[in-house]
């Protein structure tokens, strides 16, 4: 069964700190995403990482993905207030049939 | 393009009742998959549909299903409704097993069994 895990699970970090989410995965898969989720909201896709090595950055943010050691980071550059929401990673289970999905990382950018 | 959209957008049941949540896939796409997202948790994968047929399922009884339709909007339907399935319910929508499979999601209906 494939789990997915993440670390830390709550993150509270002042603005201009720098910090990364990490994402374990417990069976092979070459397909990772990071969404973020702000409260009350629905999921917005922030990565799509579709193979082994690949790095994709968006403005403060910037998501790896190493297939061998089945982890991706979520590297957060000189926090800003607005980034403080949920990030999810999930794995792409059985070629696009679900995703599963790790517990989230609650993210609290402090002034 | 459009992109997906849910109704309603809250409900309330009493536990025993039935409710149908529904869901407009974004234009293209012909996959349409439902969650199921507890306050604090990650989205619960329920099942998918491609091409109107279910495609996948997760660990969720019978009580809970669906249906695709020829325009590839689809229903979460569920039956004898229990106080923890008090959730959001989100759907996604994708091109099936075609490029980036990435899974663009609704906004959800929270709904909320007394």
């Known amino acids: 069964e494939l789990k997915v895990e993440q670390n830390p699970l709550f993150l509270s970090m002042q603005e201009g700190k720098n910090y990364t989410i990490y994402c374990n995965y417990s069976?092979?898969?070459?397909?990772l995403y990071w969404y973020r989720q702000d409260p009350g909201k629905s999921l917005e896709s922030l990565f799509v990482l579709l193979s082994n090595g690949a790095v994709k950055q968006e403005g403060r943010l910037m998501a790896s993905l190493d297939t061998k050691a089945r982890l991706s980071t979520l590297h957060i550059t000189a926090a800003v207030h607005d980034l403080s929401a949920t990030y999810f990673c999930a794995v792409d289970k059985n070629y696009g049939q679900n995703f599963v999905f790790g517990p989230g990382t609650r993210l609290s950018v402090l002034p | 393009e459009t992109g997906v959209t849910q109704s309603p957008t809250h409900l309330i049941k009493t536990r025993g009742q039935q409710v149908t949540l529904r869901c407009s896939s974004q234009s293209g796409h012909n996959t349409v998959s439902w969650y199921q997202q507890a306050l604090g948790q990650g989205p619960q994968f329920i099942f998918q549909?491609?091409?109107?047929?279910?495609?996948g399922r997760g660990n969720f009884p019978p009580r809970f299903s669906g249906l695709q339709f020829p325009n590839y909007s689809s229903e979460l339907n569920v039956n004898a409704l229990e106080l923890d399935d008090s959730a959001l319910y989100l759907c996604?929508?994708?091109?099936?097993?075609?490029?980036?499979?990435?899974?663009?999601f609704g906004p959800g209906t929270r709904l909320t069994v007394t």
């Open positions: 069976t092979t898969s070459d397909r």
């Open positions: 549909y491609y091409r109107e047929e279910e495609n």
């Open positions: 996604a929508s994708s091109l099936g097993d075609r490029g980036s499979r990435e899974q663009y």
